[in-house]
């Protein structure tokens, strides 16, 4: 039986999912640190997690850490293990169970700390782009561009990854080890939450126009612009993201988010089955 080939992820949200845990090593780490890198689209559906022994080493945690995260995503069906030759952790195909977690975490977020990690990557991600206005060569923002362009209709799950590389991409052409490396770092963290967004088509789009606008700007050399688009982007997720905190909150009872989740899920059903295709093709 043929494999289908698997789309290409950014070998930098892998490097910073597996930033080695240390000291706080615990199974709830290594379980946040897992869902992150699945969210992002570090690892997608049906790809296969490095083996309970390398993540390990890679986590700086004992075996038992790995295996108790394992157990509990595999409860959450996140992944699914499967034993003998070619056995191991796969992502599972549940977009939906993902939601759940990310949409929990929003809801244990204080509205305080989520304005606060909005500062933060707004803060990183508008000093990457005044220094890409000066830095980044045309044709690699051509390629960039080209990139989130042949994106615009791409279902969720593939926008998101498109979009996240897209973001890296940026920041790594700001020429600034250490600017990207933060970059990199907070886009993890964030991201997660940021994803909760593309049940909603129009919030998509709008953060898909402020990033060819971004791109647009960096071309122009113009980092007033660049820095502004950067602000009302990031502002306005974090607007989006209080609001359905609030809804959650307000509509989950003994915490489940589903119900409130069921309302977004399949609004932009349409908007799907218009761009929907392989990201392959795409």
């Known amino acids: 039986m043929n494999t289908p080939p698997t789309p290409s992820v ?5 490097t910073a999912a597996f930033a080695p845990i240390g000291d706080e090593g615990r199974a709830e780490l290594v379980e946040t640190r897992l869902l992150r890198a699945i969210s992002t689209g570090a690892f997608i559906e049906g790809a296969r997690l490095p083996s309970e022994h390398e993540l390990s080493q890679l986590f700086g945690v004992a075996v038992v850490s790995v295996r108790e995260a394992l157990g509990s995503l595999r409860h959450q ?6 034993r003998g030759r070619g056995g191991g952790s ?5 977009s939906d169970a993902v939601q759940e977690v990310n949409a929990k975490a929003l809801m244990a977020m204080p509205r305080v700390a989520l304005a606060d990690l909005g500062v933060h990557y707004e803060v990183i991600v ?9 830095r980044a060569p045309a044709d690699e923002l051509d390629v960039v561009q080209r990139g989130l ?5 791409l279902h969720a799950g593939a926008w998101r990854r498109r979009s996240t590389d897209a973001q890296l991409e940026l920041a790594a052409l700001s020429q600034s080890v ?11 963290e964030f991201t997660p939450l940021l994803a909760l967004q593309d049940m909603d088509a129009q919030q998509r789009r709008f953060t898909h126009d402020a990033l060819i606008e971004q791109v647009d700007a960096i071309r122009e050399g ?7 688009v950067v602000r009302q982007s990031i502002r306005g997720s974090v607007r989006w993201l209080g609001d359905l905190r609030t809804e959650l909150l307000g509509g989950s009872p003994a915490g489940d988010p589903r119900a409130t989740l069921e309302k977004y899920r399949g609004s932009d059903d349409a908007v799907a089955r218009e761009g929907e295709h392989d990201e392959s093709v795409a």
Do not use: P
């Not at 250490?178 to 993890?188: A, I, K």
């Open 126 to 134: 508008a000093a990457c782009a005044e220094y890409a206005c000066l």
């Open 222 to 228: 113009d980092v007033l612009r660049a820095r502004e």
């Open 77 to 82: 069906g996140i992944i699914i293990t499967r």
């Open 149 to 153: 362009l042949d994106s615009r209709n």
């Open 178 to 188: 250490r600017l990207t490396s933060e970059h990199v770092r907070v886009q993890t």
């Open 10 to 14: 950014s070998s930098r949200l892998r």
């Open 90 to 94: 796969f992502v599972r195909s549940s």
